[in-house]
């Protein structure tokens, strides 16, 4: 694949969103760029094809309810969407001087909240639906 001696990019999406990036190169001798295998993270900035390419899958993350994901990415191509582990957010927030863990966490919370809401909703629609049986 052409650019793969440049490393990959792992993207992170946070509800259909891009949030942040780095570049993983690999180490001498090393087609993989995995940090486990020697690579290395270098700063990203993404480039206008590849935003394109997270615009577009993000509302498809979202509608498969895939909320926080880690893309890896050459050029404009997606190799893999990490969903169990995205992974990254240590490396883009020393890189860029960041903290992207409150970006998810408020996400989180915000999300808990809103089933919170629809929860209480549904029991008062459920006793309002009960007592005119009655």
Not at 65 to 94: H, R
């Amino acid at each position: 694949m052409e650019g793969v001696e440049n490393g990959d990019v792992r993207v992170l999406m946070l509800n259909g969103k891009f949030i942040g990036a780095y570049n993983r190169k690999p180490a001498d001798g090393e087609i993989r760029a995995n940090i486990q295998a020697g690579g290395t993270v270098h700063k990203y900035i993404m480039i206008e094809s590849q935003k394109k390419v997270c615009k577009k899958i993000g509302t498809k993350l979202v509608s498969s309810g895939l909320y926080f994901v880690g893309l890896d990415m050459i050029g404009d191509k997606i190799l893999e969407v990490n969903v169990l582990n995205p992974g990254g957010i240590t490396n883009i927030n020393k890189l860029e001087k960041l903290k992207l863990q409150k970006q998810v966490v408020d996400f989180l919370e915000d999300k808990v909240d809103a089933k919170a809401e629809k929860r209480v909703e549904l029991e008062y629609l459920l006793k309002r639906f009960s007592g005119l049986r009655e």
